[in-house]
């Protein structure tokens, strides 16, 4: 038992010995093993608001809003055909004749009956004349000289209803010469020479190729930010860019434009505001039915806070950026983040001018590493931007 009683006796000395053993160390020294974290060298810049400028993209189904699909109309044989089908074709040119002879043999008949007319319209003058001359004199009853008059009055009608006929037939007779009423691209004719056409069948489609007008839908944000920034009398100095859908970034197949038209009022169903854009296409790298996509390059976002996309990582609470505090050293902050404007991600929260911010390649980094900042280029502002 007292063995028993010794041994305890030992191993509480023993474990009051090394406690103050322990206590006696200096606290500001690292526990044996332990290491600091090797420094990272990265780029780091302090922010500060700035304007930026964005570019946004948006998806339409490229149409020529000019486009025209021509109709007879007047009745006839299709005489003649004055074009190569697809050739480029411009407004006024002569394309087709239907049957000119008969509405011209209509027209010198119309011209015979407006000669009659008019010579029945004269000798009413004269009888009218005459009997006012003798109803002054009592030859003649007040009754026969109303008739007089009431056949001038007839003979006057009928002139002005055969002028109207031959104005009519003369409209047919130009319509037997069919025209382009735009400048464009000719598709298939529809009918081959010799068929029998009426009023109302399809001949051809011209479509212009040069410029296009492309329709198509802007976000109800962007377009009261566009709306914000522009009076309507500039919205057609805002600038903008076509490309195919398949290669957006191929600029042998880019077009340069202008927006032209932004509307007045917002699409319940979509939420969407319509806009349209002019682009010069002389040489028909893009044609109607692509689908494409529009590149608005003069929206503006005013001071607001960005960053590098390549700063921004996700962190167990979401988005974040490490910033550099007064001690060199790395701490993450949970961030809220708005639209990408290029290369840029602007901020909504979490960051404020003046934060020191790692804008290099965050991999490596950990909250808490040593930053050795490597001189870096502030990010760039809206006069720096392309």
């Known amino acids: 038992m007292k063995t028993l009683v010794s041994k305890a006796r030992v191993l509480l000395l023993a474990a009051m010995a090394m406690l103050l053993v322990a206590c006696g160390q200096d606290d500001s020294q690292p ?31 490229l149409r020529s809003d000019n486009e025209v699909t021509l109709v007879a109309r007047v009745t006839g044989t299709l005489e003649t055909r004055q074009f190569e089908q697809g050739d480029q074709v411009s407004k006024g040119q002569l394309l087709y004749t239907i049957e000119p002879e008969q509405y011209q043999a209509y027209v010198q008949e119309r011209e015979a009956d407006l000669q009659s007319a008019r010579a029945e319209l004269a000798r009413a003058g004269r009888d009218a004349a005459r009997y006012e001359s003798l109803l ?8 026969q000289y109303d008739q007089a008059l009431a056949e001038q ?20 007779l130009d319509y037997t010469q069919v025209t382009a009423p735009v400048s464009g691209r000719v598709g298939l004719s529809q009918v081959n020479l010799g068929n029998l056409v009426n009023a109302g069948t399809e001949l051809v489609t011209i479509t212009p190729l040069d410029p296009l ?15 914000n920034q522009l009076q309507l009398d500039d919205v057609n100095r805002i600038h903008a860019s076509l490309a195919l859908g398949e290669s957006a970034g191929d600029s042998d197949t ?3 434009g202008t927006l032209d038209f932004l509307d007045a009022r917002v699409d319940a169903r979509t939420s969407t505001v319509q806009a349209s854009a002019t682009f010069a296409n002389p040489d028909a790298k893009i044609l109607p039915g692509q689908f494409v996509r529009v590149s608005i390059e ?12 390549i700063a921004v ?17 790395a701490r993450a902050r949970t961030v809220q983040l708005g639209e990408v404007a290029g290369e840029l991600q602007i901020i909504l929260d979490g960051l404020a001018s003046g934060d020191t911010v790692v804008v290099g390649d965050p991999s490596g980094i950990k909250p808490g590493t040593p930053i050795k900042p490597r001189e870096s280029k502030p ?4 006069e720096g931007q392309a």
């Open 31 to 61: 526990a044996q093993g332990a290491r600091e974290m090797p420094p990272v060298m990265t780029d780091v810049a302090t922010i500060s608001r700035q304007d930026i400028t964005l570019d946004k993209t948006y998806s339409s189904l």
């Open 136 to 143: 002054k004199r009592n030859s003649v009853s007040r009754q």
């Open 153 to 172: 009055q007839v003979a006057r009608a009928r002139v002005a209803q055969a002028e109207a006929a031959l104005a009519s037939a003369r409209i047919d």
């Open 213 to 227: 007008e492309v329709r198509f839908q802007v976000p109800l944000k962007d377009a009261l930010e566009l709306r």
């Open 254 to 256: 880019r077009l340069r």
């Open 298 to 309: 003069g929206l503006k976002r005013y001071n607001v806070i960005a960053v590098p996309e």
């Open 313 to 329: 990582t996700q962190g167990l609470m979401g988005p974040q950026v490490f910033v550099v505090d007064e001690d060199g050293k």
């Open 379 to 382: 990010a760039e502002t809206e």
